[in-house]
């Protein structure tokens, strides 16, 4: 019961689409049938898959996955079902594949809906008569597996066009289950995102938090990298602002996706922007008091955006002096060359000729 338990609240949520996915889980785990898990990229399909694994009977062996998707055509097939030594050019040894370290064991099929065909024709023989025939060997070997397969695609469609073999299809499809993209569950994201800043705090270090603005545009925004992309935000806001609340005007807006922006202006007016001190009191002066760049800017420097000096500055000054170092860069490339020059920076000769004088680059310029 205590590792019943404990594999289900890896399955972080209580959405009604995710408790009826735990309880699909309970109740297939038990037995030896092929599971096909479908879902968008990110949703967490290998974590279901190994979840039925460790709830299996099976547990005590081996979890083998392997992403169809990720190995070239050329080697999928040996590391699927092995080969010999001698078997082709660079094989040095003998080599088990998949199946057979996953004997008595799971096999997870990540990303099934991309195996090349002729290798589909391979696997439906497997999965049928339980024995791999290595590249190379002239014996059949025996192999006691469970197989979970999984895949973003549509696999009706992909039969339906002749990408995917429709036997295979439904030899895979015995427990079909659905796992909802994180916009279908967005009642878990909170609960989502305080686990990942658990997981990724720092030592002596408290999680980061949400301001409640920054609570309702995570639960607005439609999330197309799924549970993937709010982990990725969660590392990045720990190592931005580790300790602190994070509310998501105060973030420099290319730490953001540009679809959340879009979130954020709807709600703005919901939500009274606090201000600096309010939002962290005690840690409002860590960068300016002691002569620092503020985060925004020091993301904006490391990412080679200009930043507005705050006394402001005169514009024109400013695009002079741009200008006026492309100039000297381009020069520098061509060996001081005012024709090559011209012809990179797709400006005319006497253009530039009258630029390297109004800039003072003439010592260096030649007008060949």
């Known amino acids: 019961m205590h590792q019943r338990t404990f594999m289900l609240s890896a399955i972080i949520g209580n959405s009604p689409a995710i408790v009826a996915v735990k309880c699909l889980i309970e109740q297939v785990a038990p037995s030896d049938a092929t599971v096909l898990v479908r879902g968008p990229s990110g949703a967490g399909k290998e974590l279901v898959a190994k979840a039925l694994h460790e709830l299996s009977p099976r547990s005590k062996h ?18 699927l ?8 050019s660079g094989a040095i040894g003998d080599h088990k594949g998949r199946f057979e370290l996953a004997h008595n064991g799971t096999l997870f099929l990540d990303e099934i809906g991309d195996m090349p065909m002729d290798l589909q024709v391979k696997l439906l023989r497997v999965l049928q008569e339980r024995k791999v025939d290595p590249i190379g060997s002239q014996q059949s070997i025996d192999v006691n597996v469970r197989v979970i397969a999984a895949t973003h695609r549509d696999l009706e469609k992909a ?26 569950r967005k009642e878990d994201i ?15 270090d408290a999680p980061v938090r949400l301001s409640r603005f920054s609570q309702a ?9 799924n549970i993937r992309e709010l982990q990725n935000l969660a590392h990045r806001f720990t190592a931005l602002y580790a300790g602190q609340e994070v509310d998501l005007r105060n973030i420099p807006e290319t730490m953001l996706p540009p679809k959340m922006l879009d979130t954020m202006m709807t709600l703005a007016e919901d939500f009274p922007a606090p201000s600096e001190a309010e ?11 002691f002569g620092l760049p503020n ?8 990412q080679g955006i200009p930043t507005l000096p705050d006394e402001g500055l005169v514009l024109k000054d400013h695009i002079a002096q741009i200008e006026r170092d492309i100039i000297h860069e381009a020069l520098q490339r061509t060996a001081h060359n005012v024709s090559q020059t011209a012809r990179l920076l797709s400006i005319r000769r006497t253009t530039l000729i009258e630029k390297i004088n109004k800039y003072e680059l003439t010592h260096s310029a030649q007008s060949a």
């Open 81 to 88: 079902f092995g080969h010999r030594k001698g078997s082709f």
């Open 62 to 79: 081996r979890f083998i996955p392997i992403n169809c998707a990720a190995i070239p055509r050329e080697l999928l097939e040996s590391e």
């Open 295 to 302: 985060i925004e800017g020091i993301v904006r420097m490391a």
């Open 217 to 225: 545009v995570l639960q607005q925004y439609e999330w197309p990298g």
């Open 279 to 289: 939002l962290n009191p005690e840690d409002s002066h860590d960068f300016e008091d």
């Open 190 to 204: 909170t609960e989502l995102f305080a686990r990942f800043a658990e997981m990724e705090k720092r030592n002596g």
């Open 159 to 184: 039969v339906a066009a002749g990408e995917f073999r429709e036997d295979l299809y439904y030899r895979l499809n015995v427990i079909p289950l659905a796992l909802p993209s994180l916009a279908e």
